[in-house]
């Protein structure tokens, strides 16, 4: 069964790079797509962007001058990066795994980590 | 973007309660829908897709149903487990998007 372990650090400057690694057990990265959703505080679900088997990426249009969503296969991981954080970036960020096809949906989920934009 | 709108935004319901929730989609996304649970504090986890098929090991209490704009999630017989926050998602133009969430409470 296929588990998601979410790291990275948990309190990020404003301006500066949130950077959170995703690392994938019990299946390989070598399939699938892989995905990036987020969750401020009380708030809904935002998704940020996805990574195919293939490399190729998709992001979200509010986000996608400072997203970048990238893989190691090597590792089994895949990595995000948020340039020029900002408060409104504090939120859960989830990995996860979608199925596509007539059944695209996200059907695997990191347990989620908390990244606070503060100085 | 494709806006998603669920109603209600909350409700309180009994132990065996039917309960439903609705979504709705700003355009026609025929049967790319789906229904996640999530609990406080813990991650979201899928219960349908394509509108109408259950996800593996989730009870049959849980259904789905619409097409094209307009879905609903039924629980049949709520219970006390099934206390938590409903989401709806749309899988047909990325970038996928979410409905605000709707809280199922204890009456």
């Known amino acids: 069964q296929v588990q998601l372990q979410e790291s990275g650090p948990g309190l990020v400057k404003p301006s500066e790079t949130l950077s959170l690694t995703c690392t994938v057990s019990g299946g390989s990265i070598s399939g699938n797509y892989w995905s990036w959703i987020r969750q401020p505080p009380g708030k809904g679900l935002e998704w940020v962007g996805y990574?195919?088997?293939?490399?190729?990426?998709d992001y979200n249009p509010s986000l996608k001058s400072r997203v970048t969503i990238s893989a190691d296969t090597s590792k089994n991981q895949f990595s995000l990066k948020l340039t020029s954080v900002t408060a409104a970036d504090t939120a859960v960020y989830y990995c996860?795994?979608?199925?596509?096809?007539?059944?695209?949906?996200?059907?695997?989920w990191g347990q989620g980590t908390l990244v606070t934009v503060s100085s | 973007d494709i806006q998603m709108t669920q109603s209600p935004s909350s409700l309180s319901a009994s132990v065996g309660d039917r309960v439903t929730i609705s979504c709705r989609a700003s355009q026609t996304i025929s049967t790319y829908l789906n229904w996640y649970q999530q609990k406080p504090g813990k991650a979201p986890k899928l219960l349908i897709y394509a509108a109408s098929s259950l996800q593996s090991g989730v009870p049959s209490r849980f259904s789905g149903s619409g097409s094209g704009t307009d879905f609903t999630l039924t629980i049949s017989s709520l219970q006390p487990e099934d206390f938590a926050t409903y989401f709806c998602q749309q899988s047909y133009s990325p970038p996928w998007t979410f409905g605000q969430g709707s809280m199922v409470e204890i009456k």
């Open positions: 996860a795994r979608e199925n596509w096809g007539v059944d695209t949906a996200v059907v695997v």
């Open positions: 990574i195919s088997y293939s490399g190729v990426t």
